[in-house]
């Protein structure tokens, strides 16, 4: 007889190595690259919305996304969209090592 636990906990356990397969993964340079770009941005371009001088002002919803993303560890999505809107802003790109 076969024990219904057994095959929920096998169920399970396919679904979390599924799930971790799909994180994404950045390697330590990019990841360093990524933090010197959100920092850039949110010093220059996307200040934080919550302080005084940005009262009324509407964030850049794909920037402080981008920047999210880098902190959640995702470099590879946030690189491109933090080089854009640095660029945009006129905004000399750091050294990508």
Do not use: F
């Amino acid at each position: 007889m076969r024990r219904p636990g057994l095959l929920l906990t096998a169920a399970l356990g396919l679904s979390l190595l599924a799930c971790a397969k799909q994180q994404p993964t950045s390697s330590p340079q990019d990841l360093a690259y990524c933090a010197r770009l959100s920092q850039l941005y949110q010093r220059y371009v996307g200040a934080d919305p919550s302080s005084a001088s940005m009262a009324g002002v509407t964030p850049d919803v794909q920037g402080g996304e981008a920047v999210a993303k880098c902190r959640e560890g995702d470099a590879k999505a946030s690189i491109p969209t933090l080089e854009r809107l640095l660029k945009d802003a006129d905004i000399a790109l750091p050294p990508r090592t």
